[in-house]
């Protein structure tokens, strides 16, 4: 186990009727803008019960809608202009991950003052934080299971065909509200998503080489086969409250830093994903499906190891040769998501043999040719991973 310090800040504040504690969690006479999506917090009622209750205690409340699914820069920057001209001093997210990450750029952006008008600057920086002194500080109410933008430093801004990482230690939420009965509303297909992108999380802090991390494997697997029990459950029955709130839990634990210790992780699924996600405008998790079955294979002999204990421990394999198990647990991981309505090949996602280069291009440009656990996954392994699920 490498050496590491744990720290997460964040409040997660769970279950029914948990909307009420916002009076305790925002800051008395804080003039609070609070974001959401393209529509759905609105039309279910949320956005009206989170303001009554944040309008209590001297607060001013300010709106700002239609952050979109992959929260674009230009619409971003429109709330930063607000954020500066109403000397905004907290922030409330209200939404799935595109709005909490957004929200975090908001937040980084409107007090980034060596970077005024040349703001897209900030998207330059990856995974080493953002040069800002402090950010906005910024609460959420999560809609969506799935990203665990709500308990992470961490949010994923597009500016047109490029998706990139955004981060920095002042970006974990003071607070996150997580009520499994505001995601009642989700569709059967973002639901699916949740499930997805939240094993693939879990998933790509495990699925590397043995690293003396026993206790992080099993709580890795733990949450991999709660997702496998509870997803199915949770789609059939979107109203089940034990099914959902399981659900919720699992989204967040799975990013929100603690199976992630002490190991070195493999976020290249994730990173080929976003240039799918930015070119073709995939859901994330829909991106996600398709290039992780693609790397189990062609990466097998590298993760051969941790390959053949999934099988074992989360999808019970035991027989057979070591590639009979290991392509067992592949096919158990399609099977799971197409049982969600979730699609494993780039067809299912309109994109073909043609579109190869293009994708290629975009990762060479966003410096992704050293991706995988080892650094050793050059822009030809990413080409044959994508042709393997063609
Ligand atoms: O925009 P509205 O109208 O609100 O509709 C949204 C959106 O269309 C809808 N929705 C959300 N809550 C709902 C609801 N509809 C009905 N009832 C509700 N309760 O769902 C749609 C998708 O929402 P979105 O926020 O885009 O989905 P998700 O939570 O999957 O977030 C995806 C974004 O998060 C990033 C992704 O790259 C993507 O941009 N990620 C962030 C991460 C992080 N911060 O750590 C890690 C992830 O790997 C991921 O990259
Ligand atoms: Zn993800």
Not at 330 to 359: C, Q
Request: glycine fraction near 8%; proline fraction near 4%; aromatic fraction near 8%.
């Amino acid at each position: 186990m490498l050496n590491f310090t744990f720290f997460n800040p964040t409040k997660a504040v769970f279950g029914k009727g948990q909307l009420q504690e916002l009076d305790n969690l925002v800051p008395e006479k804080a003039t609070v803008l609070i974001t959401y999506g393209g529509g759905s917090a609105k039309r279910n009622g949320v956005l009206d019960r989170v303001k009554d209750v944040v309008a209590k205690s001297g607060r001013t409340v300010l709106e700002f809608g239609g952050i979109e699914a992959n929260p674009e820069f230009s619409t971003l920057m429109k709330a930063v202009a607000i954020v500066r001209e109403k000397k905004v001093d907290f922030l409330l997210a209200v939404g799935g991950g595109s709005v909490m990450d957004g929200t975090k750029f908001i937040a980084s952006a409107s007090c980034a003052d060596n970077f005024v008008g040349k703001e897209a600057e900030l998207l330059t920086f990856g995974f080493g934080a953002v040069p800002v002194e402090r950010s906005i500080p910024l609460g959420t109410v999560v809609t969506l299971p799935a990203t665990g933008s709500e308990m992470n430093c961490f949010a994923v801004i597009s500016n047109g065909e490029d998706k990139l990482p955004f981060m920095h230690p002042s970006l974990f939420p003071v607070f996150s509200i997580l009520d499994p009965e505001l995601t009642f509303t989700l569709p059967e297909n973002q639901v699916a998503n949740g499930i997805v992108d939240a094993f693939v999380h879990v998933l790509e802090q495990y699925l590397t080489y043995p690293q003396a991390a026993p206790l992080q494997d099993r709580m890795a697997e733990s949450i991999l086969q709660t997702l496998i029990e509870i997803g199915p459950e949770t789609l059939a029955k979107p109203q089940d409250y034990d099914a959902r709130a399981s659900l919720v839990w699992c989204a967040t634990l799975a990013l929100q830093g603690l199976i992630g210790v002490g190991v070195v992780p493999d976020w290249s699924t994730h990173m080929i994903g976003h240039e799918l996600t930015a070119l073709f405008r995939s859901a994330h998790a829909r991106s996600l499906a398709v290039v992780l079955p693609g790397t189990m294979r062609v990466r097998k002999e590298q993760k051969k190891e941790k390959l053949l204990q999934y099988g074992e421990r989360v999808w019970g394999i035991v027989e057979g040769s070591d590639d009979e198990r290991i392509e067992a647990a592949i096919v158990k991981t399609e099977e799971f998501f197409n049982s969600l309505g979730v699609g494993t090949r780039l067809k299912d996602l309109g994109v073909t043999e043609t579109d190869l280069d293009k994708i290629m291009a975009n990762l060479e440009k966003h410096g992704m040719t050293a991706l995988s656990e080892r650094g050793d996954q050059t822009l030809d392994v990413s080409r044959r991973i994508l042709e393997a699920v063609l």
